[in-house]
């Protein structure tokens, strides 16, 4: 089994060993945007390998050629139209890179103020909401908790617009609930499952933890929409989903969200706290397999504190094949570190701006680099 984030960017690459349970964050390729976009110009958190799914492209006219759907109960149908215009299709372009992502959120103010999952937005650069109406509206990004994986943005146009409140009593295991987002080139469609557990924990440090965990069928492009109880208020905003070999998803994650808490006041009040980053992106399949074991470094961002402390990623042939391993992390700040997952988990007992000692071997040489974390947005090679 493996776990998928259903839109957005990729931490920490693929596993493929079977048996193992892991997450990852994917973004789907859309078609370019229009020029006029263009014009107006997202971990590892040591970061991670991207991936990308094939395109997938909205119709120009969604709400008026999208069917409803006729399998859901009458009651949740109902709910499903009432909670449908508050929600959005959101896409966001890396003009540095021409990559573009698509998602979902959903409006949490009149003023247009939409909660999205960070990891839809964290490389973006510009991004553009659709609405059921037909309407796009350009939008920036305002605020986010990347550790939590959610952020708000702000739509650039008139309203009021539909709102969906957000939760005001703790979820309930066993009680039905629903999303609605945008994968499998759908527009605005809803996904029925009940609430399982939770405080789930991922498994992973570079993804949230104490999630929802649901039985909801969500696939890339549903990350960032809501996830509705059966009053309509929003209990979670979809993070992450865990597939089987044949990439069928069997259960899906969200960060629970409850008005007037720490994390989404910090939002309302234009909070922006990132993650704490070296500079590295770590090779996945040797990671725990060296001797001794450790996490691989496969790749070192450009102008990153870890390419100012001299690190070094992996060498390939003229082919483009593997020819040698990259330096291997045994340490964070003398704490013996065994793969990727411990190494991301000793840096984030740091915080941006603390430096902190990377005990690492070349070869046969042991050696150690005293690095100064940033922020991840501010080291943009992190997403090549």
């Known amino acids: 089994m493996r776990l998928a984030f259903p839109g957005g960017s990729v931490p920490l690459g693929t596993l493929s060993r079977a048996g193992r349970t892991y997450t990852r964050r994917v973004r789907p390729r859309l078609s370019p945007w229009l020029p006029v976009l263009l014009l107006l110009a997202l971990a590892a958190y040591i970061l991670p390998e991207r991936l990308t799914l094939p395109s997938v492209t909205g119709p120009s006219s969604p709400a008026a050629t999208q069917p409803l759907p ?10 499903f139209e009432r909670s449908r215009p508050a929600v959005v299709r959101l896409e966001a372009l890396n003009a540095r890179t021409q990559e573009a992502g698509l998602g979902t959120g959903f409006f949490i103010s009149e003023t247009g103020q939409v909660l999205t999952a960070y990891h839809v937005v964290g490389s973006g650069q510009l991004f553009q909401v659709q609405t ?9 990004l305002t605020a986010y908790d990347a550790g939590a994986d959610v952020a708000l943005l702000q739509v650039e146009g008139r309203g009021p617009f539909p709102v969906l409140n957000l939760a005001t009593r703790p979820p309930r295991v066993g009680e039905t609930v629903l999303a609605i987002g945008n994968s499998g080139g759908d527009f605005l469609q809803p996904r029925r499952g009940q609430l399982l557990r939770l405080n789930v924990e991922a498994g992973r ?10 039985s909801a069928p969500l696939a890339p492009g549903d990350s960032g929409g809501p996830i509705l109880d059966g009053n309509g208020q929003a209990i979670g905003v979809v993070s992450y989903i865990r597939v089987d070999d044949s990439n069928q998803t069997r259960a899906s994650y969200a960060v629970p969200v ?10 309302r009040a234009g909070g922006k706290r990132d993650v704490p980053v070296v500079g590295l992106n770590l090779d996945i399949i040797h990671s725990g397999q060296t001797d001794p074991p450790g996490a ?3 790749r070192v961002a450009r102008g990153s504190p870890a390419a100012r402390a001299g690190l ?34 000793a840096i984030r007992k740091a915080s941006v701006g603390d430096t902190i000692t990377l005990g690492y071997l070349r070869g046969n040489e042991r050696r150690e680099a005293r690095i100064t974390l940033v922020g991840g947005r501010s080291v943009p090679d992190l997403n090549p």
């Open 70 to 79: 006729n399998q859901l109960p009458e009651e949740t149908r109902a709910l």
């Open 132 to 140: 059921l109406s037909g309407r796009r509206l350009p939008a920036r």
């Open 205 to 214: 440090a570079d993804f949230p933890q104490g999630t929802l965990e649901m």
């Open 258 to 267: 409850t008005e007037g808490n720490r994390l989404i006041a910090a939002l």
């Open 296 to 298: 691989v470094v496969s």
């Open 312 to 345: 070094r990623g992996a060498t390939f042939d003229e082919n483009g094949n593997l020819s040698g391993l990259g330096d291997i992390i045994l340490s964070v700040n003398g704490e013996r570190t065994r793969d990727a997952n411990e190494v991301i988990t």
